[in-house]
């Protein structure tokens, strides 16, 4: 037997492992997009309401994909209200409130047609992936500045990877999205493999008690250069697509041993920005 349940808002169907009432989501608009597949226990709405548009996160139902309780799913929820509040950036989809509703906890931002690069958006990567190099460059130059300012603003970067990365072709303008286990530092691995994808994880984040501070984030930066420009893993010099300058500056960064790493992201954006001058 299935252990889902299938439910509709609007013709549109959705999965949960028992039965939920959505009948609350009306209050922000008309439902027209839902995203049930996380396994974070969030479920998430794209509404409409007049000629406004909204991404509704909801914690606190029965999530298919979702091990944990739903209550863990609301205090996380929660917890990252103030996150998006001190990380406020040009380049991150802007938070609007949050409140408590139907036996759970609801975030409201900005709704963004942006595309997502993540793997689990096949078409959306695919049409991410065929931009120009000059455009991933902006991207990428996009998404180091936020985490410069993330670093600036007290926080370590927490589960970043290529899900968070978005693109809107309307306004040409880099999104970033799921930020919402980014942590104060200091801050040191509690879990041993701790929350993210394993292309984007440095060493430290599979090792108990390990640091987790602005050099893990330039292990993170390396990672989403090797995602956007090279092979993901497969880190070698065939698969990268700039100059050997630029590679030799993302090859660094993704060093095993933290001390052969460049030891902040402003010193990864001078070596980067002097390569990008010599050559592309």
């Given at each position: 037997?299935?252990?889902?349940c299938?439910?509709?808002?609007?013709?549109?169907p959705y999965k949960?492992?028992s039965?939920?009432d959505?009948?609350f989501?009306?209050?922000y608009?008309?439902?027209?997009?839902?995203y049930?597949?996380?396994?974070?226990?969030?479920?998430?709405?794209?509404?409409k309401?007049?000629d406004?548009?909204?991404?509704?996160?909801?914690?606190g139902a029965?999530?298919?994909?979702?091990?944990?309780?739903?209550?863990?799913?609301?205090a996380?929820?929660k917890?990252?209200v103030?996150?998006?509040?001190?990380?406020?950036?040009?380049n991150?989809?802007?938070?609007?409130?949050?409140?408590e509703?139907e036996?759970?906890f609801?975030?409201i931002f900005?709704?963004?047609?942006?595309?997502?690069?993540?793997?689990?958006?096949p078409?959306s990567?695919?049409?991410?992936?065929?931009?120009?190099d000059?455009?991933?460059?902006?991207?990428?130059?996009?998404?180091?500045?936020?985490?410069?300012?993330?670093?600036?603003?007290?926080?370590?970067?927490?589960?970043?990877?290529?899900?968070?990365?978005l693109?809107?072709?309307?306004?040409?303008?880099?999104l970033?999205?799921?930020?919402?286990?980014y942590?104060?530092?200091?801050y040191?691995n509690?879990?041993g493999?701790m929350?993210?994808?394993?292309?984007?994880?440095?060493?430290?984040?599979?090792?108990?008690?390990?640091d987790?501070?602005e050099i893990t984030?330039?292990?993170?930066?390396?990672?989403?250069?090797?995602?956007?420009?090279g092979?993901?893993?497969d880190r070698s010099?065939?698969?990268?697509?700039?100059?050997?300058?630029?590679?030799?500056v993302?090859l660094k960064?993704?060093?095993?041993?933290r001390?052969?790493?460049?030891?902040?992201?402003s010193?990864?954006?001078?070596?980067?920005n002097r390569a990008?001058?010599n050559?592309?």
């Amino acid at each position: 037997m299935e252990d889902f349940c299938i439910q509709y808002i609007n013709n549109i169907p959705y999965k949960l492992k028992s039965p939920f009432d959505f009948s609350f989501i009306k209050q922000y608009g008309e439902v027209f997009k839902i995203y049930d597949d996380q396994d974070s226990g969030n479920i998430c709405f794209g509404v409409k309401n007049a000629d406004k548009k909204y991404f509704i996160k909801f914690a606190g139902a029965p999530t298919e994909q979702y091990s944990g309780k739903p209550e863990d799913a609301i205090a996380r929820l929660k917890s990252a209200v103030p996150i998006y509040q001190d990380l406020a950036h040009p380049n991150l989809i802007r938070f609007i409130k949050a409140e408590e509703v139907e036996k759970g906890f609801a975030t409201i931002f900005e709704w963004t047609d942006a595309e997502c690069m993540g793997k689990m958006y096949p078409m959306s990567r695919e049409k991410f992936l065929q931009m120009p190099d000059s455009k991933r460059i902006e991207v990428f130059n996009d998404i180091l500045a936020f985490h410069i300012h993330v670093i600036k603003q007290g926080y370590v970067a927490i589960d970043f990877y290529d899900s968070s990365i978005l693109y809107d072709f309307g306004t040409k303008k880099t999104l970033i999205c799921d930020i919402d286990l980014y942590e104060k530092v200091p801050y040191i691995n509690t879990m041993g493999r701790m929350w993210g994808s394993s292309r984007f994880m440095s060493p430290e984040e599979f090792t108990l008690g390990a640091d987790i501070d602005e050099i893990t984030n330039v292990y993170l930066i390396g990672a989403t250069a090797f995602a956007l420009f090279g092979g993901e893993k497969d880190r070698s010099i065939e698969k990268w697509r700039l100059s050997d300058e630029l590679y030799k500056v993302a090859l660094k960064a993704v060093d095993d041993n933290r001390d052969k790493r460049q030891q902040s992201l402003s010193e990864f954006e001078c070596e980067w920005n002097r390569a990008c001058l010599n050559k592309l």
